[in-house]
């Protein structure tokens, strides 16, 4: 199994910014694609941004702009900075990842407890 701990979230003002981090731990071969999801009360999750092992990126269209994926391949890491932040960024944020735990064998990590984002003045 890969387990998932994110950490970084917190309260914040509109216009404000948070780094928000992810690491992956277990049995890893290799990780694929990584991403970020969020969910806020009463919503699905919703992927916000994923990032290949080539490092192509991809956002949802409300987040293009603001937030920026990266990731640390030796740290089994990824990042998630995100800058201008509104009150409907508001939400629990978790990641996951397309992991190999074997050549053979790959699946999606086990999802994390999330970090809570508050935006709020």
């Known amino acids: 199994q890969v387990q998932l701990v994110e950490s970084g979230g917190g309260l914040v003002q509109p216009g404000g910014s948070l780094r928000l981090s992810c690491a992956a731990s277990?049995?890893?071969?290799?990780?694929?694609?990584m991403g970020w999801y969020r969910q806020a009360p009463g919503k699905q999750r919703e992927l916000v941004a994923a990032i290949t092992s080539g490092g192509s990126t991809n956002y949802a269209d409300s987040v293009k702009g603001r937030f920026t994926i990266s990731r640390d391949n030796a740290k089994n890491t990824v990042y998630l900075q995100m800058n201008s932040l509104k009150p409907e960024d508001t939400a629990v944020y978790y990641c996951?990842?397309?992991?190999?735990?074997?050549?053979?064998?790959?699946?999606?990590?086990?999802w994390g407890q999330g970090t809570q984002v508050t935006v709020s003045s």
């Open positions: 996951n990842l397309v992991v190999s735990t074997t050549p053979w064998q790959t699946g999606f990590g086990s």
């Open positions: 277990g049995s890893i071969f290799s990780i694929n694609a």
